[in-house]
């Protein structure tokens, strides 16, 4: 859980010490259901229970924080028939709330369209949902334009 008082930094994985890296594996594997307890999570990462528990509630991915908030896409689509539709029902097959779509007239056959969900109640992470969007042929560009909480 965010603590609203404290002060939160981006940092490149790569620079992170190794048990950051695994305590975050670890969660995955726990939220996954790939392992039932807390002691197997931690013998497969290699790391002891006490740095588990030390800085679980302290690090976590990126997309991760972004749960319960209110996201902002910024895409950039290819003028194709359908695209939209496409985009916004993999967008609902994740349970996320649409809340606005503004989409521009396309020129050049590019066209730029910005999302906002909420993303409590969301079936995948907004990680997730970014990698499936991106598969869709036609996506050129996606990426979070900002967040807030509500």
Known sequence: MLKKDATYYIVEESVLPEVFLKVVKAKELLEKGEVKAVNEAV???GIS???FYKYKDCIFPFFESSRGKIITLALVLKDIPGI???ILNIISDTNAN???I???I???GIATVSISIRTSGMTKSVKDLILEIEKVDGV???EILGREEY
């Open 140 to 142: 050129k560009k996606i």
């Open 98 to 100: 649409i809340l606005t």
């Open 106 to 108: 396309p020129l050049g």
């Open 49 to 51: 229970r006490s740095a």
């Open 102 to 104: 503004n989409q521009n």
């Open 43 to 45: 013998k497969m990462v």
């Open 84 to 86: 939209l539709s496409k």
